[in-house]
C-alpha cells in the first residue's frame, strides 16, 4: 500500500453523482483540478471526485474539507472564489 508523504492542507470534494454533473459537478471538478495545477498547489490542495452525496436539488456540491464547508448550488465563479480563498491567507480579525 502507498501512503502520501504528507497530507494536503485542503480536501476539495467536488460531487460527481448524475444529477450534479448534468447540472455542472463534473465541469467544476475539471476546473478547480486545473487551477490548482496552474497554482502548483498539488501537494497543499487535493481535488476529488465523489458520487452523488444525495443533496440533489441543491447542485453542484463543493465541500471543503476540513473547515466541512459545504457549498451548495455552485457555479465556476464561485469554484474559483473558493479556490482563491484557500490561497488567501486569512487576516486576524
Known amino acids: 500500500m502507498k501512503h ?49 452525496t444525495d443533496r440533489c436539488k441543491m447542485g453542484p456540491i463543493v465541500a471543503v474539507m476540513p473547515k466541512n464547508e459545504w457549498h451548495l448550488q455552485v457555479t465556476e465563479e464561485m469554484a474559483a472564489g473558493l479556490l482563491n480563498e484557500y490561497l488567501t491567507p486569512h487576516r486576524p480579525k
Do not use: D, N
Open 4 to 52: 502520501f508523504s504528507r497530507s494536503p492542507e485542503c480536501v476539495f470534494y467536488v460531487c460527481c453523482g448524475s444529477k450534479c454533473k448534468k447540472s455542472g459537478g463534473k465541469q467544476l471538478y475539471k476546473q478547480l483540478k486545473g487551477e490548482a495545477k496552474h497554482h502548483h498547489l498539488k501537494s497543499r490542495v487535493q481535488i476529488i471526485k465523489t458520487g452523488c
